[in-house]
Structure formats: structure tokens, C-alpha cells
């Protein structure tokens, strides 16, 4: 079983940057595959960002290719997410996501495939 926190969120000016963290319980953080994902007022879920269990693999949303970047830190059971060139169109509350299923290929951009979520932060990018 695994809890996730989030922090680092806030208000930030368009082309400015803000570092989220995932912080999990526990001591197995790295077995597992972790993404963050954003929702909008009034807009579906959406991902952004995955690693894959090692960190070697990581993957981006195409709005945010080049501009974000997820890490981990297994001894700290911590991700990141480092945002970099906000645009007002990233304004969301970001979630953070475990997977805790294993053996089997998944699709990394669908919620459904994650077991554990964090609360959520805020971040908001004024123009």
C-alpha cells in the first residue's frame, strides 16, 4: 500500500518555472511506475508525464515535451516534477500516480492504469 503527497504548487508567471514533489510512504517507491497527470475546471484528466520503475525510461504529453521533465529519487521515495517555460495553459491541479501492478504491458496516459493518487496541487500560470 502506497500514499502519495504533493507539494510545490502555487502561482507563477507565464515563462517562469515550479518544481513539484511526490512524496510516498513506505519503502517500495521505486517498484513502482509513476506519472503525473493535471485536470482543468471543466476539462477530462490528462497525462503528463511517466518513469518507469528504474528512471531510465521516462515519457511526455506532447503539450509539455521539452518543457517538463519527471525524476526520482528512490532513497528519498520521492518524485519530481520540474516545470520549466509556464504557459497559462498549464494551469491545473497536478495529481501524482502510482502504479502497483506488475507483469504486463499498459498504456502510462490512461488514470485507469494507476492504483494509487495523491491529493493534488494547485498550480497556476497568470499571463
Known amino acids: 500500500q502506497v500514499q502519495l503527497v504533493e507539494s510545490g504548487g502555487g502561482l507563477v508567471q507565464a515563462g517562469g518555472s515550479l518544481r513539484l514533489s511526490c512524496a510516498a510512504s513506505?519503502?517500495?517507491?521505486?517498484?513502482?511506475?509513476m506519472g503525473w497527470f493535471r485536470q482543468a475546471p471543466g476539462k477530462e484528466r490528462e497525462f503528463v508525464v511517466g518513469?518507469?520503475?528504474?528512471?531510465?525510461?521516462?515519457y511526455s504529453a506532447d503539450s509539455v515535451k521539452g518543457r517538463f521533465t519527471i525524476s526520482r529519487d528512490g532513497a528519498k521515495n520521492t518524485v519530481y516534477l520540474q516545470m520549466n517555460s509556464l504557459k497559462p495553459e498549464d494551469t491545473a491541479v497536478y495529481y501524482c500516480?502510482?502504479?502497483?501492478?506488475?507483469?504486463?504491458?499498459?498504456?502510462?496516459?490512461?488514470?485507469?492504469?494507476?492504483?494509487?493518487w495523491g491529493q493534488g496541487t494547485q498550480v497556476t500560470v497568470s499571463s
Open positions: 518513469i518507469s520503475r528504474s528512471g531510465i525510461n521516462t
Open positions: 500516480a502510482a502504479r502497483g501492478r506488475f507483469g504486463g504491458s499498459f498504456d502510462y496516459t490512461q488514470g485507469s492504469e494507476y492504483d494509487y
Open positions: 513506505g519503502r517500495t517507491f521505486s517498484s513502482y511506475f
